[in-house]
C-alpha cells in the first residue's frame, strides 16, 4: 500500500474533530466536544454550520459532553442521512444519536441505551463506539480497545437499527490490528469502498486505562480490509494492509487521526479525507491517496 499527502489544514475554530463524511461534494465535521456540524466543501472551505445542541459554549465540557464519535451517511425512506452515534462510554449522555437530513438539514434525535444495553449482553462489555461504516444493507460499528482491554471487536447491524433497537440484529466479531507498539492500538475510524469492496481504516495508540480518559497521543494507522462484504458474519476481520501514517509523512506525527471518508474511489486506488486531534482543542484535516 502506497500513501500519499496532498494537503493538511489545521482548523482552529472547530474542537476535537472525531468524525468526518464525505456526500455529495460536501464534508460533514463532527466533534466530540463540539456543538454544532462544520460542513465544508471538498476544498476545506466553511459553508455553514448545523447546531446539534443549544448552547452559547462552542465546547463540552467532559462531564457533560454526548461524545459523539461514530458517524456514516445512510439512506432512509430514500433520503441520505448522516448518522451520529455517541460512544456509549458512560450510561449519562453518551448513549444519544442523532440523524441529520441532508437534503433539509432537520434533525432527530434518539436514546440508544436499549442497543448499547443488548450490546454488553453481547460481549461488548466496555463500550467506546468510535466509527461506522454502511456495507451493503450492513451498518458496522466499531468498539475501540484501550490498555487494559485492548481488543478491537466489530458490531454488525441492520440499517436503521435504531428504530427496533429490541429486536435489531447483533453479531460481534474480533479485529486484531497487527502493531508492533507497547501500547494497544484501538480502532478510530471506518469507511467502506462499493467499487473496492473494501474497509478503509484508522487506528491509533494512546495510553489508557478505559473507555473515557483521553491518554498521550502515540501513533496512528491507516489499513485495508479487503472483500468486506463477504467477511460480515466471519469470527473475525482479516486485516490486508496496516500501514503506521509517520513512516509516510512526519506530519503525522503527534497527532491522532479520529476517522476518515472516502471522496472518490477507483480501482485499487481512493481519495481520503482523515480528522485528527492532538488534545489542542482544534482539528486537524489530511488529504491522501492510496494506492495497493
Known sequence: ????????????????????????????????????????????????????????????????????????????????????LGSGSRETNRNKGVLVDLDSYLKEDFDLTPFYKRLQENGVHELNIETAALVEDHILLANRGNHLQPANQVIITKNAFWKKQQQAEIAVVSLDLPVKDNHAAGITGLAYSLQNDCLVFTASTELTDGPSPDGPVGDSYLGIIENASRKIGRRSLKINELLNLSDTHELFKGFKVQSVCIQSEKTNRLKLHLVADNDTNRSYLFKVRVKW
Open 1 to 84: 500500500m502506497n500513501i500519499k499527502l496532498l494537503e493538511y489544514k489545521e482548523i482552529a475554530a472547530f474542537p476535537s474533530g472525531s468524525g468526518i463524511e464525505y456526500h455529495d461534494e460536501k464534508m460533514f465535521l463532527v466533534g466530540d466536544d463540539a456543538r454544532e456540524i462544520l460542513v465544508l466543501n471538498k476544498r476545506w472551505k466553511e459553508l455553514e454550520r448545523l447546531p446539534l445542541f443549544e448552547s452559547s459554549d462552542p465546547r463540552a465540557t467532559l462531564s457533560l459532553r454526548s461524545d459523539l464519535e461514530a458517524t456514516t451517511v445512510v439512506t432512509v425512506n430514500r433520503i441520505p442521512r448522516l448518522l451520529i
